[in-house]
């Protein structure tokens, strides 16, 4: 069990032996099998490995990891029962590894792609020594839930590139055909110049695992990962990054400038919700007047609605996965999207695949790292009552890591943000 190393220590040696020096990748081509790890057996990273099991025919999962046990037998039971990719599976017993440290054993048994579906807190970690072993990866969004961490990321990426590793991103939604299509047409000028954009994502309620008999802190925080901003960054960043991505692609990947909002608890406001918030308002605004107004909530017995509106120079687009939910409207009439569809989360490993057996590396690695920090940027606005500039969020020092990983260890602080009060790092 890692107990005294720190984040911040391994970023900061990794960063002065430069170990991140170019390498050929591991595998760039062939029928060979692809060796697969899981770090993070939860319910996506069960999905992930189904799905990663599911995109090439000589593929096979040989390694799982996670803080607790039971996650991975759990895991390992829905994969091996899966009458689709179940003969795929051979992870024996000495390949199970369990802790704060079982990334570094799972890199170690010899791999060629791990799929990184913790808690979002651990990505930069995880993915730093994933492209240092010179495996490739499918990284779950978001990539950080601190400036700090994104900022590893994008150095990791950067590495990846001269490696030839490809690096493809949880983010979903750029998977989708219907969304590739209505976004190529907006960057087509099918609405003009966009002026605003409004992201939605009202959800009804979270789940939230009660403390259970002999729990320390740190146990029940890494239990109910999701409530804690250290390790989910909320779910400002945690969800919605899914859709405030989607603005920013329809943006041509250009970031705003600025943001200021609102944010706090209402609903739900007991102890197991740990210290997030279950609303936020934020307005971004662009160096060129556009604006991103963003709204989310999670609070039961409330409409539902996860979607981006577009308003251009010379009409609107609405994009959601609703039936019928891709459209764009301008005064020679309305283009609905009725091509052919995918499942975006299939898509995403197909891609991957594809890109390793080609020799033609995917690295999604900029938009993924800028979006979250376009999330975690809306969350620092709303938890400190201040205005928030792009350059302040990339360089916060703000480093939301615990003093160790372990057990016993105490976890950052779970004081709940006071906007006004709580200050800017």
Not at 364 to 392: C, D, F, H, K, P
Not at 404 to 423: C, H, L, Q
Request: with cysteine; net charge neutral; hydrophobic share 40%.
């Amino acid at each position: 069990m890692l107990t005294s190393i720190t984040r911040r220590d391994l970023l900061m040696t990794t960063a002065a032996t430069g170990t991140l020096a170019a390498v050929p990748s591991v595998h760039a081509a062939g029928s060979e099998t692809l060796r697969v790890g899981l770090v993070g057996c939860g319910n996506r990273g069960t999905g992930a490995a189904t799905q990663a099991l599911a995109a090439d025919p000589n593929v096979r999962l040989v390694a799982m990891a996670d803080a607790f046990e039971d996650r991975i037998k759990n895991s390992l039971s829905v994969l091996c029962g899966d009458p689709k990719v179940g003969s795929k599976v051979d992870v024996h017993e000495d390949r199970q590894f369990v802790g704060f440290d079982a990334y570094k054993q799972l890199l170690d048994s010899g791999l060629d792609v791990v799929l990184l579906c913790t808690p979002p807190h651990f990505r930069p970690l995880h993915l730093r020594a994933a492209v240092e072993a010179g495996v490739h990866v499918f990284a779950e969004k978001p990539v950080a839930v601190d400036a700090p961490g994104v900022r590893s990321v994008l150095e990791t990426c950067a590495a990846a590139r001269k490696k030839n590793l490809s690096i493809v991103s949880g983010l979903c939604l750029r998977y989708d055909n219907g969304f590739r299509e209505t976004v190529r047409r907006l960057h087509e000028g099918g609405i003009g110049d966009v002026v605003t954009l409004l992201a939605n994502d009202y959800r009804s309620g979270r789940w939230a695992n009660p403390r259970q008999p002999g729990w320390t802190e740190m146990t029940y925080q890494m239990r109910n990962w999701y409530n804690f901003t250290w390790l989910s960054g909320d779910f400002n960043v945690e969800q919605h990054v899914h859709f405030l991505d989607v603005c920013a692609w329809v943006m041509k990947d250009r970031y705003p400038a600025r943001a200021i909002a609102m944010g706090g608890r209402q609903v739900l406001t007991g102890t197991e919700h740990g210290n997030i918030y279950d609303h936020f308002s934020v307005v971004y605004e662009y160096d060129d007047g556009a604006r991103l107004i963003s709204s989310c909530r999670q609070q039961p017995g409330c409409k539902n609605d996860m979607s981006v509106q577009v308003l251009g120079s010379r009409g609107q687009a609405d994009i959601s996965e609703r039936r019928r939910g891709l459209r764009i409207r301008t005064g020679s009439g309305t283009w609905v999207h009725d091509g052919p569809k995918n499942q975006m989360y299939q898509a995403e490993h197909d891609e991957l695949f594809a890109s390793i057996r080609n020799d033609r590396p995917i690295n999604n690695g900029e938009y993924m790292a800028r979006s979250t920090l376009l999330a975690i940027m809306g969350r620092m606005a709303a938890y400190t009552g201040q205005q928030v500039t792009w350059e302040m969020a990339m360089n916060s020092k703000e480093d939301l890591s615990p003093a160790r990983y372990d057990w016993a260890a105490g976890p950052p602080s779970s004081r709940i943000a006071v906007p006004g009060t709580t200050r800017f790092v």
